[in-house]
């Protein structure tokens, strides 16, 4: 697995910071007993309890520690192990408990310099518990996401450009792995401008994922890790996450005019994809040809 590029702070500093500028509020799963995911603000947070060890006298509250953080390494990889990473596969039919286990905590220049303990607190009982979070971005997606993104072509019709720079594309040359052409030059299009994109699922049961698709009504995908830039999906992730559009609005991911769209039903085992109109998805790359922010990830879904 190649490691995280310098590139990934670039990105970083020329396009926000997400979890310092998002509310408390937002879309926050829970994993049954071993944690939650805020969606939101992109974070897995998990909860350990230890009781003293018999053997060390009970003044000594360092065996009940260590037992409280080992439970709560055990619920982050369960936590981890039920995330969808897309609509057929979580995380855990993906990688082995092993796997994940040495992820996050035998590899200490990377997951485990990002995992954090938030609170821990004494109980009369001198039992400790203990509250750790780490990241759903950077190192940890790294790792999980899928290596091949980029590579689709906008469904405008318009004339094709290297985002790079900006000359036309060449007719019949393949489009490499991690790239997606601009278009433009639609013949009777209005390119109206848009900062992001919004797609309002409440009422679909739509459940939040790694790698989500947007697809039209035919089946093809409007919006996936085929329109994005993987440096983008590593460090900011694919798409946002919330259950308030007002929010949603007002989030650093989309603001200042995102375009709305409602989708219609979701798609998949995981129904972690949705699909939207025809009509809606023609719309949504011609804009994203005018301000290409597809590439950047700028996509929030609201959930219910």
């Known amino acids: 697995m190649r490691p995280l590029r310098n ?10 910071i997400i979890p310092a500028l998002l509310p408390a509020q937002g879309y926050i799963q829970q994993v ?19 009781s003293p060890n018999p053997n060390l006298p009970t003044s ?5 520690e260590k037992a409280a953080l080992d439970n709560a390494y055990q619920n982050l990889i ?10 057929e596969a979580t995380v855990g039919s993906m990688m082995a408990v092993r ?3 040495d992820m996050i905590l035998e590899r200490p ?33 790294d790792r999980i996401l899928p290596q091949n993104f980029g590579g689709a072509v906008l469904l405008t019709g318009g004339k094709l450009y290297c985002p790079c720079c900006g000359q036309p ?42 790698v989500p698709k947007i697809l039209n009504e035919n089946g093809e995908e409007i919006y ?29 991911r989309v603001a200042d005019q995102p375009l709305i769209i409602k989708g219609l039903r979701t798609s998949g085992p995981n129904k972690t994809d949705v699909v939207i109109h025809n009509e809606d998805a023609l719309k949504i790359h011609n804009a994203a040809a005018n301000m290409n922010f597809l590439h950047h990830c700028k996509v929030m879904f609201i959930l219910d």
């Open 224 to 252: 996936g890790s085929r329109y994005v830039s993987r440096d983008y999906a590593v460090v900011i992730g694919l798409a946002g996450y919330e259950n308030d559009l007002s929010r949603a609005m007002l989030n650093e």
């Open 78 to 87: 369960e936590t981890i192990q039920s995330i969808h990473v897309n609509s």
């Open 32 to 50: 049954e007993t071993s944690g939650s995911v805020d969606w939101t603000g992109q974070m897995i947070r998990c909860t350990g309890i230890g």
């Open 99 to 101: 796997d994940i286990r």
């Open 109 to 141: 220049g990377h997951v485990y310099q990002e995992l954090r303990i938030v609170d821990k607190r004494y109980m009369s009982t001198n039992d400790v518990e203990v509250d750790i979070e780490i990241p759903i971005t950077g190192y940890l997606s």
């Open 169 to 210: 594309w060449p007719a019949g040359k393949p489009v490499p792995p991690g790239l997606t052409l601009i278009q433009g030059n639609v013949s009777g299009v209005t390119m109206e401008t848009y900062t992001g994109l919004i797609i309002d699922t409440r009422g679909l049961n739509m459940q939040p994922a790694l």
């Open 7 to 16: 590139n990934y702070l670039l990105i970083l500093l020329s396009v926000w």
């Open 60 to 64: 000594t509250g360092a065996g009940a």
